[in-house]
C-alpha cells in the first residue's frame, strides 16, 4: 500500500476501529429492517413480525390473524430482501470500481450497465412484453453495454487502459441513452411512455417473491467473487506498473472484477430500475468508518448499502399519498450525504 493511502487509512481508522465501524453498519441495517416490517398502511408490530418468522421456521401456524402474515411474507418480506440485496450490490459494486479506476467520483453505470439496462427494458415495454422478458432484457442489456465498453477498450487500449475503458464507458453510455430517447419518442404516450418513465425513476412496489431468486443468485455470486478477490483490489489501486511488479496479471485480474462487478449491477438495475447514488454515496460513508482497505471496505460497504436503500424504500412508500420512485429519493438524500463528505474528506485519499 503506497505511503499517502496508508496515512489516509490510519487517520479514517483513527476517527472509529474496523470491527466497530462494521459493527456499527450492522446494527443500522437490523434497525431499519425493523422499521421497514413495522411501519405503512398496515401497521404491524414488531412482536407480530417475530411470531410470523418463528411460525416459519418452525412450521408451525402463526398466533397473528391472516392479513398480518400476507403483509409480513408476502409484501414487506420480499421487498426488503430486494432492497437489502440491491442496496448492497451496488454499493459493492461502487467500492470496486472506485479502487480499480482510482477515482472516488466512479459509480457502478461508470461502463454503462444502468444505460444497457434501461434501453433493454424499455425495449420490452415497447415490444409490450411480460414482466419478467423485460427484467430479462435489462439483465442481457446491461452485460452487453459492458462487454461491448471492454471489447472497445481491449481494441484501442495501449498505455492505458483504465481511462480508455472510462472513456469507452462514457461513449456507449451515451450511445445507449439515445436508443432510450428513441424508443422512448416511438412510445405509445398513454400506455407505454408512462411505464417506461416510471421503471426508469426505480422502484421496488411490484417485488415479489419469486423476483427474490432471479436477483439474489447474480447479486451473491458478484459479490462473492470481489470478497475473494479483495486483497488484490487494494493492489489494483496502486499504479500499473507498481502493481504487474507485484506479481498480478492486471489484465485478468480487471476482467474479473469488472464482470463481478457488472453482474450484481445489471441484476439490479433489472430488479429495480435505475437507482443512482448509492453505489457513488455509500463507499465513502463505509470509507469513512473503517478505512480504504477493500477487506474491510467491501463487507461494510454492502451493510451500510443495504441499511441505506432499505431505510430510501421505507421513505419512499411511507412519506407521501403515493409511492415516490427511488432514483428521486436518492438524489435527495444523497446530494447532501456526499457534499458533506466532500467538505471533510481526506486530500491525498488514493
Known sequence: MSGPEARAESRLGARIGAGAGTALALGLLLLAVA????????????????????????????AVPPAVEAVVMQIRGPRILAAILIGAALSVAGAAFQGL???????????????????????????????????????????????????????????????????????IGSLLGAGVGLVKYLADPYNQLPAMTFWLLGSLSATHALDLAALALPVVLGTAVLLLLRWRLDALSLPEEEARALGLATGPLRLAIVAAATLVTAASVAAAGIVGWVGLVVPHLARFLVGPGFARLIPTAALLGAGY?????????????????????????GTPVFLWLLAGAERDWQ
Open 35 to 62: 422499521v421497514a416490517f413495522g411501519v405503512g398502511r398496515f401497521p404491524v408490530g414488531l412482536g407480530e413480525v417475530a411470531q410470523v418468522l418463528l411460525a416459519k421456521l418452525t412450521g408451525r401456524p402463526a
Open 101 to 171: 479506476f482510482r477515482n472516488p467520483l466512479v459509480s457502478p453505470d461508470i461502463l454503462g450497465a444502468s444505460s444497457g439496462a434501461a434501453f433493454g427494458a424499455v425495449l420490452g415495454i415497447w415490444l409490450s412484453l411480460g414482466v419478467l422478458a423485460i427484467e430479462a432484457l435489462a439483465f442481457a442489456g446491461g452485460l452487453a453495454a459492458v462487454a461491448a465498453v471492454y471489447l472497445v477498450g481491449a481494441t484501442l487500449a495501449r498505455r492505458d487502459p483504465v481511462l480508455v475503458l472510462v472513456l469507452a464507458g462514457v461513449v
Open 309 to 333: 436503500l432499505l431505510v430510501i424504500d421505507t421513505l419512499a412508500r411511507t412519506i407521501a399519498p403515493v409511492e415516490v420512485p427511488l432514483g428521486i429519493l436518492t438524489a435527495v438524500v
